[in-house]
């Protein structure tokens, strides 16, 4: 039997005002996406930057209001509690933020900084100073690391000090954005091998909110591709990442490092010009930029579902000729 999803995000939109607080217009950050996250799956959200990634997760963790939509975590609906009814469930739901030094209090040691989350929901009673050993440990920091502060600490470190933070409270779900950014490769590939065991041992699932495709492919059970606000494909990592439908999907994967040149002459190379939320093209919005464009994609929006496409793309397609473009 298939375990209930422990969150659930239902067409919800993000409007930000334009022109001050009492314009009437708005721009969608966040254009009515929908998608499910089961206990102890990692569900991915990748896209370029701006397609509104951290945006929807600031709005699943309640740090960020929505303007339609529902979200519902553990079977309770959260959008709109506030702050004060959002706090006792901010223990099961827990967020890393981008920056590994600059989310840490400089004035803060590291044991204080991963037992804060105790002050602030209330330790019953637990000893503070073993809970810092406790969480160091599982996040492979010695405990001496306890009397540290930010400044002396290499990336990699601060990354796993922020994991210990998130932990903490024994969360169910922890959403990460861009758990990686700022790493050596050897050090990303620590964190990741880190996140996965933590998954494995504490039965957490996870969003991870990226645009490195080799983190999807590393940690990710289903993942989602945003463009503009609106999921374009979605689906199971393996499977998307062996035959992309949408040609956004392929062209991201295309564009990622590969150490084989002759592969790397395979690239689908797009305008780089992203479209304004301010003025999103008509019809599918991806069509200014799409290589295998049609005049329906101008005039129609794609059918909803896991493709958001009208001409969804066969195993290995490639680009028309630039001539025979529309």
């Not at 600059?102 to 209330?122: A, C, K, N, W, Y």
């Not at 564009?255 to 305008?271: F, G």
């Not at 010009?273 to 599918?284: F, H, I």
Request: hydrophobic share 40%.
């Amino acid at each position: 039997m298939t375990a209930a999803p422990i969150l659930s995000v239902d067409d919800v939109q993000v409007a930000f005002p334009v022109g001050g607080l009492l314009a009437r217009d708005a721009i969608l950050g966040v254009a009515g996406v929908s998608f499910e996250v089961r206990p102890g799956e990692t569900f991915a959200l990748v896209g370029e930057s701006g397609s509104g990634k951290t945006t929807l997760a600031r709005a699943i963790n309640g740090l960020q209001d929505i303007s339609q939509g529902a979200i519902t975590f553990e079977g309770v609906r959260i959008d709109g509690l506030g702050r004060a009814r959002m706090k006792p469930l901010r223990r099961r739901m827990s967020m890393m933020f981008q920056d590994p030094v600059g989310s840490l209090s400089p004035r803060m040691t590291v044991g204080d900084l991963v037992t804060e989350p105790f002050r602030i929901h209330g330790h019953g009673g637990r000893n503070l100073r073993d809970e810092a050993v406790r969480l160091l440990n599982l996040v492979g920091l010695p405990a001496d690391f306890a009397g540290r502060y930010p400044h002396q600490l290499s990336g990699g470190q601060a990354r796993r000090v922020g994991v210990a933070r998130a932990i903490a409270l024994d969360p169910a779900l922890i959403i990460a954005d861009e758990p990686t950014a700022g790493l050596d490769v050897s050090v990303q590939g620590e964190v990741l091998n880190l996140l996965n065991e933590l998954r494995e041992r504490l039965g957490l699932a996870m969003v991870i909110i990226t645009h490195n495709l080799h983190v999807v492919h590393h940690v990710a059970d289903r993942m989602a591709v945003m463009y503009l606000g609106r999921f374009v494909e979605v689906g199971e990592t393996g499977t998307v990442f062996a035959a992309p439908r949408h040609p956004y999907t392929a062209a991201l994967l295309s564009a990622n490092p590969e150490p084989d040149p002759d592969r790397a002459r395979d690239r689908i190379t797009l305008p780089a010009e992203v479209p304004s939320l301010m003025s999103r093209p008509s019809g599918c919005e991806f069509h200014t930029r799409c290589p295998w464009a049609q005049a329906k994609c101008a005039a129609m929006p794609p059918p909803a579902g896991d493709v958001s496409c009208h001409f969804p793309l066969s195993p290995g397609a490639r680009p028309p000729p630039r001539e025979d473009r529309p």
